[in-house]
């Protein structure tokens, strides 16, 4: 069974950048059959799905974030990372890791709590 697990700082200063990894365990993030996601959740707010790179590299981008979002793997360590650019309070949230299949969400990380404040 797969299992994710994000990782990364819990305080971030604003107009640093955000950088958390995903660790991939139990499948690889290079399978035909999956994209790998990060989504977020800011307090007292719904999912926001952030982005996705594919099994072949590939990234997409919500058109909101686009400009300041940066999905990019390292297939030697099973990981996939995020990288959030000018962070402001507004991007405080629980930021969460996904497995993409068919067009669903279907394997979640446990999510991590980004604080951003001086």
């Known amino acids: 069974q797969v299992q994710l697990q994000e990782s990364g700082p819990g305080l971030v200063k604003p107009s640093q950048t955000l950088s958390l990894t995903c660790t991939v365990s139990?499948?690889?993030?290079?399978?035909?059959?999956?994209?790998w996601s990060w989504i977020r959740q800011p307090p007292g707010k719904g999912l926001e799905w952030m982005g996705v790179?594919?099994?072949?590299?590939?990234?997409y981008y919500s058109p909101s974030l686009k400009s300041r979002t940066s999905i990019s793997r390292d297939t030697s360590k099973n990981q996939f990372s995020l990288q959030l650019s000018s962070v402001t309070p507004e991007d405080t949230a629980v930021y969460y890791c996904?497995?993409?299949?068919?067009?669903?969400?279907?394997?979640w990380g446990q999510g991590t709590q980004v604080t951003v404040s001086s």
């Open positions: 790179i594919d099994n072949d590299g590939s990234t």
């Open positions: 139990g499948g690889s993030i290079t399978s035909s059959y999956y994209a």
């Open positions: 996904a497995r993409a299949s068919g067009g669903s969400l279907d394997s």
